[in-house]
């Protein structure tokens, strides 16, 4: 199943699932990255793909990133 984000609706959601904010006005693709401002103040870029299905909604000093590699990208 594909859905479409748009911006409204990346922006609704960010608000919805997570403590951070999003920045960044214009989405143009799963490839972007988009930025975001993190609950403890700090900005940060992420693919909304990372965000949503990987689970990572805050920045990378409140959730380091995972040593896993391989899968993540
Ligand atoms: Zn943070």
């Known amino acids: 199943m594909n ?5 409204d609706k990346i922006r609704t ?6 403590e951070s904010t999003l920045l960044s006005t214009e989405y143009h693709g ?3 990255k ?5 609950a403890c103040g700090n900005n ?7 965000f949503n299905k990987s689970n990572q909604r805050k920045c990378d000093t409140c959730q380091p990133p995972k ?3 391989g ?3």
């Open 3 to 7: 859905k479409r984000w748009t911006i």
């Open 13 to 18: 959601f960010v608000n919805n699932n997570s």
């Open 67 to 69: 040593a896993s590699r």
């Open 34 to 38: 988009l930025l975001f401002k993190c």
């Open 30 to 32: 799963f490839s972007q």
């Open 44 to 50: 940060f870029e992420k693919t909304f793909t990372k």
């Open 71 to 73: 899968q993540e990208q």
